[in-house]
Protein backbone atom coordinates (compact mmCIF):
# COMPACT_ATOMS: atom_id res chain seq x y z
CA UNK A 1 0.00 0.00 0.00
CA UNK A 2 1.62 3.47 -1.00
CA UNK A 3 1.06 6.79 1.40
CA UNK A 4 -0.27 9.86 -0.64
CA UNK A 5 -0.30 12.98 0.73
CA UNK A 6 -3.75 14.28 1.62
CA UNK A 7 -5.66 16.35 -1.52
CA UNK A 8 -5.89 20.17 -0.31
CA UNK A 9 -7.76 23.11 -1.68
CA UNK A 10 -5.01 24.11 -4.18
CA UNK A 11 -3.51 22.20 -6.61
CA UNK A 12 0.18 20.89 -5.63
CA UNK A 13 2.20 19.54 -8.35
CA UNK A 14 3.29 16.41 -6.24
CA UNK A 15 -0.39 15.40 -5.72
CA UNK A 16 -1.33 12.06 -7.42
CA UNK A 17 -4.89 10.62 -7.85
CA UNK A 18 -5.63 7.85 -5.39
CA UNK A 19 -5.65 4.04 -6.31
CA UNK A 20 -7.21 1.66 -4.41
CA UNK A 21 -4.83 0.41 -2.52
CA UNK A 22 -3.77 4.16 -1.22
CA UNK A 23 -4.24 5.18 2.16
CA UNK A 24 -3.82 9.23 2.91
CA UNK A 25 -0.77 10.90 4.69
CA UNK A 26 0.10 13.95 5.74
CA UNK A 27 3.49 13.24 5.17
CA UNK A 28 4.88 14.32 1.33
CA UNK A 29 5.93 12.37 -1.23
CA UNK A 30 9.83 11.35 -1.15
CA UNK A 31 11.81 12.33 -4.46
CA UNK A 32 11.61 8.31 -5.15
CA UNK A 33 7.94 8.87 -5.20
CA UNK A 34 7.89 11.48 -6.95
CA UNK A 35 10.63 10.09 -9.57
CA UNK A 36 8.08 6.97 -9.64
CA UNK A 37 5.43 9.23 -10.15
CA UNK A 38 7.43 10.86 -13.36
CA UNK A 39 8.69 7.25 -14.85
CA UNK A 40 4.34 6.31 -14.76
CA UNK A 41 3.50 9.51 -16.28
CA UNK A 42 6.30 8.61 -19.40
CA UNK A 43 5.12 4.96 -19.46
CA UNK A 44 1.15 6.22 -19.79
CA UNK A 45 2.28 8.50 -22.38
CA UNK A 46 4.23 5.82 -24.27
CA UNK A 47 0.99 3.81 -23.77
CA UNK A 48 -1.43 6.20 -25.07
CA UNK A 49 0.87 7.53 -28.09
CA UNK A 50 1.15 4.08 -28.95
CA UNK A 51 -2.73 3.26 -29.07
CA UNK A 52 -2.96 6.19 -30.99
CA UNK A 53 -0.53 4.65 -33.73
CA UNK A 54 -2.32 1.63 -33.69
CA UNK A 55 -5.90 3.92 -34.33
CA UNK A 56 -3.78 5.73 -37.25
CA UNK A 57 -2.80 2.30 -38.91
CA UNK A 58 -6.27 0.67 -38.50
CA UNK A 59 -8.20 3.67 -40.32
CA UNK A 60 -5.74 3.80 -42.97
CA UNK A 61 -6.39 -0.16 -43.40
CA UNK A 62 -10.35 0.14 -43.03
CA UNK A 63 -9.54 3.31 -45.58
CA UNK A 64 -7.76 0.79 -48.29
CA UNK A 65 -10.26 -2.13 -47.67
CA UNK A 66 -13.15 0.41 -48.56
CA UNK A 67 -11.34 1.87 -51.61
CA UNK A 68 -10.77 -1.74 -52.78
CA UNK A 69 -14.85 -2.81 -52.02
CA UNK A 70 -14.92 0.02 -53.96
CA UNK A 71 -12.73 -0.15 -57.02
CA UNK A 72 -13.83 -1.46 -59.91
CA UNK A 73 -14.91 -5.35 -59.46
CA UNK A 74 -13.37 -5.12 -56.09
CA UNK A 75 -9.68 -4.12 -57.62
CA UNK A 76 -9.22 -7.55 -59.27
CA UNK A 77 -6.90 -5.79 -61.64
CA UNK A 78 -4.78 -7.16 -64.44
CA UNK A 79 -1.87 -5.65 -66.24
CA UNK A 80 -1.49 -6.09 -70.10
CA UNK A 81 1.52 -5.19 -71.21
CA UNK A 82 1.74 -3.63 -74.46
CA UNK A 83 4.31 -4.88 -75.98
CA UNK A 84 6.04 -2.61 -78.93
CA UNK A 85 3.28 -0.09 -78.21
CA UNK A 86 3.55 2.57 -76.43
CA UNK A 87 0.89 2.33 -73.52
CA UNK A 88 0.28 -0.76 -71.04
CA UNK A 89 -3.74 -1.55 -69.89
CA UNK A 90 -4.97 -2.35 -66.61
CA UNK A 91 -8.48 -4.53 -67.06
CA UNK A 92 -11.09 -5.63 -64.35
CA UNK A 93 -13.25 -8.05 -65.97
CA UNK A 94 -12.66 -7.35 -69.79
CA UNK A 95 -12.80 -3.88 -69.12
CA UNK A 96 -10.39 -0.92 -69.28
CA UNK A 97 -9.32 0.81 -66.23
CA UNK A 98 -6.55 2.52 -66.70
CA UNK A 99 -4.39 3.03 -69.91
CA UNK A 100 -0.58 3.85 -68.88
CA UNK A 101 1.14 5.94 -71.27
CA UNK A 102 4.60 6.58 -69.74
CA UNK A 103 8.04 5.97 -70.75
CA UNK A 104 7.98 3.36 -67.99
CA UNK A 105 4.52 2.09 -68.88
CA UNK A 106 5.61 -1.60 -68.67
CA UNK A 107 6.43 -1.29 -65.31
CA UNK A 108 4.32 1.13 -64.20
CA UNK A 109 1.11 -1.24 -65.33
CA UNK A 110 2.62 -4.16 -63.87
CA UNK A 111 2.98 -2.09 -60.10
CA UNK A 112 0.14 -0.68 -60.21
CA UNK A 113 -2.03 -4.40 -61.23
CA UNK A 114 0.54 -6.14 -58.48
CA UNK A 115 -0.17 -3.32 -55.72
CA UNK A 116 -3.99 -3.10 -55.79
CA UNK A 117 -4.04 -7.16 -56.17
CA UNK A 118 -2.33 -7.40 -52.94
CA UNK A 119 -3.89 -4.14 -51.31
CA UNK A 120 -6.47 -6.55 -49.56
CA UNK A 121 -4.29 -8.88 -48.31
CA UNK A 122 -2.16 -6.27 -46.29
CA UNK A 123 -4.97 -4.03 -45.31
CA UNK A 124 -6.36 -7.30 -43.65
CA UNK A 125 -2.85 -8.25 -42.35
CA UNK A 126 -2.63 -4.36 -41.19
CA UNK A 127 -5.73 -4.75 -39.38
CA UNK A 128 -4.83 -8.35 -37.54
CA UNK A 129 -1.57 -7.21 -36.55
CA UNK A 130 -3.29 -3.92 -35.09
CA UNK A 131 -5.59 -5.87 -32.85
CA UNK A 132 -2.85 -8.27 -31.87
CA UNK A 133 -0.67 -5.30 -30.96
CA UNK A 134 -3.57 -3.49 -29.30
CA UNK A 135 -3.72 -6.75 -26.94
CA UNK A 136 0.23 -6.92 -25.84
CA UNK A 137 0.09 -3.03 -25.32
CA UNK A 138 -2.78 -3.60 -23.05
CA UNK A 139 -1.43 -6.18 -20.73
CA UNK A 140 1.96 -4.94 -21.12
CA UNK A 141 0.55 -1.59 -19.51
CA UNK A 142 -1.50 -3.73 -17.27
CA UNK A 143 2.04 -5.36 -15.81
CA UNK A 144 3.46 -2.17 -16.01
CA UNK A 145 0.77 -0.53 -13.47
CA UNK A 146 0.38 -4.23 -11.51
CA UNK A 147 3.97 -4.11 -10.88
CA UNK A 148 4.44 -7.92 -11.02
CA UNK A 149 3.62 -10.21 -8.44
CA UNK A 150 7.04 -11.69 -7.58
CA UNK A 151 9.46 -8.99 -8.44
CA UNK A 152 7.64 -5.61 -8.36
CA UNK A 153 10.89 -3.84 -10.44
CA UNK A 154 11.71 -6.29 -12.46
CA UNK A 155 8.32 -6.67 -14.13
CA UNK A 156 8.17 -2.27 -14.57
CA UNK A 157 11.21 -2.67 -16.39
CA UNK A 158 10.51 -6.00 -18.63
CA UNK A 159 6.84 -4.17 -19.22
CA UNK A 160 8.52 -0.83 -19.97
CA UNK A 161 11.38 -2.29 -22.27
CA UNK A 162 8.18 -4.33 -24.26
CA UNK A 163 6.33 -0.95 -24.79
CA UNK A 164 9.72 0.69 -26.29
CA UNK A 165 10.07 -2.40 -28.60
CA UNK A 166 6.37 -2.10 -29.67
CA UNK A 167 6.88 2.16 -30.41
CA UNK A 168 9.72 1.49 -32.51
CA UNK A 169 8.43 0.98 -36.06
CA UNK A 170 6.74 4.27 -35.12
CA UNK A 171 9.93 6.42 -34.46
CA UNK A 172 9.62 8.26 -37.79
CA UNK A 173 5.96 9.42 -36.63
CA UNK A 174 5.01 12.59 -34.70
CA UNK A 175 4.83 12.51 -31.31
CA UNK A 176 7.83 9.88 -30.65
CA UNK A 177 9.83 11.28 -27.98
CA UNK A 178 13.65 9.96 -28.00
CA UNK A 179 13.06 8.93 -24.69
CA UNK A 180 11.30 5.77 -25.97
CA UNK A 181 14.23 4.77 -28.31
CA UNK A 182 16.05 1.68 -27.11
CA UNK A 183 19.63 2.27 -25.74
Request: charged share 35%; no cysteine.
Amino acid sequence: MRDVPKPLDSFESNWRWPTPDVRYTDEPLTAAQMRAAREDDDVDDLVTWLREQLDLDRRHAEKDLWILDHATDGGSWRAFIGSGVAFSDIKADGSLVVRVETEGHEADAAAIARFVKMGRRRAEQALAEVEAKRARIDLLAGAWAAGGHYDAEVSRVVSERLLKLEAQPYASRPGFRDEWRLT
